[in-house]
């Protein structure tokens, strides 16, 4: 199974997109979905009475926020307005604010919101995503371009794959509770290039990423339930696929050369007992079926009912219980995947696996030749990427917290947010140091965006600016 890793080399995008991307912040987490940012002289230690720059007010989303062109845009919506924010990166100062009236109704998932994709921006558009409407593309001057119409969607836990840009083409990945589907249309005007149906891989909240080689096309990598698959960007065409990946896919997959790191969760064997055996603890009626009413107790089913509820006809019935119960068994973990093959890969073009619990969500950042993750309760780890050895493990003692938001690194330095608001800076050295923890005193979800010497941090109410500004103290 193992083989040598390739040299490691800088993340491959597109020619068309690199100049763009590798210049600002465009996309969720950055280059290429990297979360690496080339920046320099970022701040170790912030918040209001240090190295701050500016705290804008804004409305809830978890969506992170994207750079671009000197200007930061983000996502958000209140009530049954969906909106899109342009502010000023080095004054905080709105620019402008668009409002769209949603076309659809329904419950939101706790954990998720109406706004939850990032935009994605070509330095000259900017283009947004909401699933209960569709995609919108608004000019610099906020005037609405075009709007692409799509959904209703299927999926319990809400949509959370964000919009990327290759050269011209706006591509989304769209899995759900069936009918699962990647996309493809023109920057310029949103008329579709091309629609792949993706009918096994069912519910995932992982947005692609690029990997250019040296010959044949440009490949969408994209990490679904169970698998990871390749498309071409120019056609659509699936390249190839791996199956025995893991069933809760998050984040972005991470390419450096020929390596894809892909990770997800999951387990050796299901939470779920066999459908008999939960039927006779709670089918108060013996009908064969469940009702919300009856798994009430349940401290899972209780919450997560419209998740084992498929066709959302009220009842979950042994099929659906079973489906759910199969979804949560598989590989899981982190696998290195050797890139270059075609049609279905196998063992042989796995280089390694990590079968260890992963973070639920936040996305690994590759830094260095060192990838770091943080997983809830704080807990950090630094693996070799040519091996999958767990080279040093330890917790930030200060930040103890949940993770939502993803890594990112810039500056020798991998920036690390709680749900609780506390900013986690390493050194990013082997082994790797805990230099400084901030305490925004917010709640956070959104993953910070890096751009122009500066760090931008979105909490529950805000969007804040960080710099360098006041000389740290000499070390004693």
């Not at 006809?313 to 199969?326: I, K, L, Q, S």
């Not at 279905?344 to 830094?367: C, Q, S």
Request: charged share 20%.
């Amino acid at each position: 199974m193992r083989r040598a890793v390739a040299t490691l080399a800088s993340v491959f995008v597109c020619a068309s997109a690199q100049a763009e991307d590798t210049a600002s912040w465009s996309r969720f987490r950055g280059p290429n979905g990297s979360g690496v940012s080339e920046a320099v002289g970022l701040p170790v230690e912030f918040g209001p009475q240090r190295n701050f720059v500016w705290r804008t007010a804004v409305p809830f989303s978890r969506s992170s926020p994207i750079m671009s062109g000197g200007r930061v845009f983000l996502t958000a919506s209140e009530g049954d307005k969906l909106l899109t924010l342009s502010i000023d990166g080095s004054t905080g100062a709105v620019i402008w604010q668009r409002e769209i009236t949603r076309e659809r109704g329904g419950e939101v998932y706790r954990g998720n919101d109406r706004a939850s994709p990032s935009p994605v921006s070509d330095g000259e558009h900017v283009f947004v995503f909401f699933p209960d409407l569709g995609i919108v593309s608004y000019g610099w001057d906020g005037t609405e371009r075009w709007r692409l119409p799509l959904g209703p969607f299927n999926s319990f836990y809400g949509m959370g794959s964000s919009p990327i840009l290759v050269g011209d083409t706006l591509v989304l990945n769209c899995d759900q509770q069936g009918d699962s589907f990647l996309i493809a249309v023109n920057k310029h005007d949103g008329t579709l290039r091309w629609r792949t149906e993706r009918p096994d891989r069912w519910e995932g909240w992982s947005t692609p990423s690029v990997y250019a080689p040296e010959t044949g096309p440009h490949q969408l990598i994209v990490v679904g339930r169970s698998w990871l698959d390749a498309y071409s960007v120019e056609t659509g065409e699936q390249l190839w696929s791996m199956s025995g990946t893991a069933p809760g896919a998050f984040g972005v997959p991470t390419i450096d050369g020929s390596t894809l790191f892909a990770y997800g969760v999951g387990n050796d064997t299901s939470p779920w007992p066999p459908h008999a055996q939960f039927l006779e603890k709670y089918d108060d009626d013996g009908d064969g079926r469940l009702v919300s009413a009856e798994v009430r107790e349940h401290p899972v089913a209780s919450e997560h009912f419209g998740f084992l509820d498929l066709d959302k006809d009220g009842f979950v019935d042994p099929h659906e219980y079973n489906n759910v119960r199969d979804f949560s068994v598989s590989n899981y973990g982190l696998v290195a995947v050797q890139l270059g093959g075609r049609g279905l890969l196998t063992e042989a073009d796995v280089l390694w696996r990590r079968k260890k619990a992963v973070p639920n969500v936040p996305a690994p950042v590759l830094y260095r030749g060192v990838l770091y993750t943080v997983k809830n309760g704080g807990i950090i780890a630094a693996i070799e990427p040519s091996t999958g050895e767990e080279l040093q493990v330890g917790r930030t003692s200060e930040a103890m917290d949940d993770y939502y938001a993803s890594l990112v690194a810039a500056d020798g330095k991998i920036y690390m947010v709680s749900e609780a608001g506390k900013v986690t800076v390493l050194e990013a050295s082997r082994p790797w140091k805990i230099l400084a923890v901030s305490d925004l005193g917010e709640d956070c979800y959104a993953t910070p965006a890096i751009g122009d010497g500066r760090i931008y941090i979105r909490t529950r109410k805000a969007m804040y600016s960080f710099a360098e500004l006041t000389p740290r103290p000499a070390d004693p």
